[in-house]
């Protein structure tokens, strides 16, 4: 008797983890910008030496065919510490056709849904919001005020203003390049459900300019020196405007397992059960205790937010590069619990290249670093992250999507 093979895939976005510019990027200001790339170079250079030794070292990567992958992308090779083969895997590369280099355009996309409107942007660096919404704002959520009301860095922005904030009580808001509204809190100053009703009033009254998300940023500590932004980060985005790969998965009798933040980018929409972690090293141990648990048609979809927020925000480029490897050496454990019969398919959202000019993400090209699913070779480069949503539904053996078109067997 043969035994059929469960169907089991793994999506884990290296959140910011870009492979190079991508083709439309001169409309992003992005000409030149390059994630991994410059990282690798950072560290070949000797320019990332503290805490670390020289060129990268990322051999599972390298396994799964991120040399080859980042040559399809920027015709260049990375340097790395080893020459190591790809086995058994496929590899390629990305462009995003949603209109914006966020986080959630790139995950929409990826799940068959792409952003093809505008999002609504406040692009005044300063007086950013219309003054209208802040006068509901304020009203409907019984606040004494806001502060900041300015693009700025997040963590740059709690330090110009948390002392103030913790003696006036105004939350400080802010934005980026990103279609965002950022409330920046001391947690001894708004409490959980205080700041979750704040978010929820601006999450409801944004609606009507277009903004993706609204997100909560608490902090901790005693002064300006100190101040450090807690895990209690939460995002409130807007739910996909079309169905996602995520919903099909659900009407098709599959379960879609979140790790991180991907429940919240989905505003819940087509997730069975979410599991939040905090950090590189806690995200990969949920997911591969939730890959271990895994039954047929089960998706584990995990987002590791830690490469984007602590270091390519921060352009922090030994910082980023030490969490490559940290990733890379979890990732070789992952490995010896995936079969050939299952699908694991590593990428990212957008780039946020820590050498590129001012703190905001990057639009360049995404890699596609997959294993399973009876293929290995080139997979080329992909007109859209919706290939991975497409790809999904052929392994699933569910509908196709509107959007993309199946890698799985065409290797090139
Ligand atoms: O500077 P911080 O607060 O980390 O904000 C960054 O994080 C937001 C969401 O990823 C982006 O819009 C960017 O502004
Ligand atoms: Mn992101
Ligand atoms: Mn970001």
Redesign the pocket.
């Known amino acids: 008797m043969t035994v059929v093979p469960l169907r089991r895939a793994l999506v884990i976005v290296l959140?910011s983890v870009g492979v190079g510019a991508a083709p439309d990027a001169d409309s992003f200001g992005d000409i030149g910008a390059n994630t991994i790339l410059h990282i690798a170079q950072a560290c070949a250079d000797g320019l990332c030496e503290q805490g670390r030794n020289g060129l990268l070292h990322l051999p599972n990567l390298q396994t799964l065919g991120l040399v080859p992958c980042c040559q399809l992308a920027c015709n260049q090779t990375i340097p790395l510490r080893e020459s190591i083969v790809p086995k058994d895997a496929a590899f390629g590369c990305a462009k995003e056709i949603s209109t914006g280099k966020?986080?959630t355009s790139g995950h929409w996309e990826m799940m068959g849904a792409p952003v093809l409107f505008n999002w609504g942007y406040f692009s005044n660096p300063t007086d950013s919001f219309p003054a209208d919404f802040i006068v509901r704002l304020i009203e409907q959520a019984k606040l004494p005020g806001i502060l900041g009301n300015c693009i700025?860095?997040?963590?740059?922005?709690i330090e110009r203003f948390g002392e103030q904030h913790r003696l006036s009580g105004k939350p400080i808001c802010?934005?980026?390049?990103?279609s965002?509204f950022?409330i920046?809190y001391h947690e001894s100053v708004l409490s959980p459900a205080k700041a979750d009703a704040v978010c929820q009033i601006a999450r409801e009254l944004l609606n009507e300019y277009n903004i993706a998300?609204v997100?909560a940023?608490p902090f901790s500590g005693q002064n300006a020196n100190d101040f450090r932004?807690t895990a209690n980060r939460k995002?409130y985005s807007v739910a996909p405007t079309q169905t996602t790969f995520l919903d099909q998965l659900l009407e098709h009798q599959g379960r879609v397992i979140s790790v991180g933040k991907i429940a919240d980018i989905f505003a819940n929409k087509g997730i069975s059960q979410k599991i939040k972690a905090n950090g590189l090293e806690q995200l990969m141990d949920s997911t591969i205790e939730a890959w271990q648990s895994c039954r047929d048609k089960d998706l584990v979809f995990t987002n590791i937010?830690d490469f984007?927020?602590l270091y390519g925000?921060?352009r922090d480029v030994n910082g980023y590069a030490l969490a490559l490897e940290q990733f890379d050496l979890r990732l070789g454990e992952l490995l010896t619990h995936v079969k050939d019969s299952d699908l694991v398919i590593l990428t990212a959202d957008h780039g946020c290249d820590p050498t590129f000019p001012g703190?905001?993400?990057t639009r360049e090209f995404v890699p596609l670093l997959s294993k399973g699913a009876f293929q290995s070779g080139s997979i080329g480069i992909r007109e859209t992250f919706a290939d991975i949503g497409q790809s999904l539904a052929e392994y699933f053996d569910m509908p196709p999507m509107s959007n993309g078109k199946s890698f799985i067997n065409h290797t090139q």
């Open positions: 959140d966020d986080t700025a860095s997040g963590t740059e922005i802010y934005t980026s390049a990103d965002v950022q920046a998300r997100i940023r932004r995002d937010v984007d927020t925000h921060r703190s905001d993400h």
